[in-house]
């Protein structure tokens, strides 16, 4: 059995996180950034798609009305994945609460069955994707800003007094 000292313990991890933890959460925050990236492209082609097909030269034009339905779902669905992926790193080291990842994986993925299935569309569903690939893209921030902040010294210098203080076994009675 090997044995470890605490103190390297203490000085292999950043505020109690393992270096490999924290390398898989920049991970998926590059994985969450692809899929921020992918919702932009598409609304750009939405909106570029839908311009072109609104122009009445294009009226008759099926490739281009195929461009304007079909490649924003397929934009967003290929999100799907990646934010699931999101999901399960952000529920195992605890970056959001529990119920919140829960509720907007669960919202998400009732309502796009449930159009699927007993409407015979996907947009809404697909569109409430759209604010789980964000709502993950804040809990990255605020978890990699909660270790800038923690390694500011000033920080580090009142964690260090506040430890001295509370360790302080000397009283002022005689």
């Not at 934009?75 to 992926?85: K, N, R």
């Amino acid at each position: 059995m090997t044995t470890v000292s605490n103190h390297s313990l203490q000085t292999s991890s950043r505020h109690g996180f393992a270096p490999l933890a924290i390398a898989r959460i920049k991970g998926a925050q590059r994985v969450n950034q692809i899929a921020v990236y992918l919702i932009y492209a598409a609304i750009i082609a939405f909106m570029v798609f839908g311009t072109i097909a609104s122009i009445k030269a294009f009226h008759d034009n099926q490739i281009l009305y195929q461009l304007f339905y079909n490649l924003p779902y397929a934009l967003v669905a290929l999100t799907i994945p990646l934010t699931l992926y999101n999901a399960f790193i952000i529920y195992r080291y605890r970056l959001n609460q529990t119920s919140m990842v829960i509720m907007t994986i669960g919202v998400s993925s009732i309502i796009l069955l449930g159009g699927l299935l007993f409407a015979d569309t996907a947009w809404l569903g697909l569109a409430s994707w759209l604010g789980v690939a964000f709502l993950f893209k804040v809990s990255f921030k605020r978890f990699f800003n909660f270790l800038d902040l923690a390694d500011l010294p000033e920080h580090n210098k009142n964690a260090y007094n506040a430890e001295i203080n509370e360790n302080d076994d000397t009283t002022d009675t005689p």
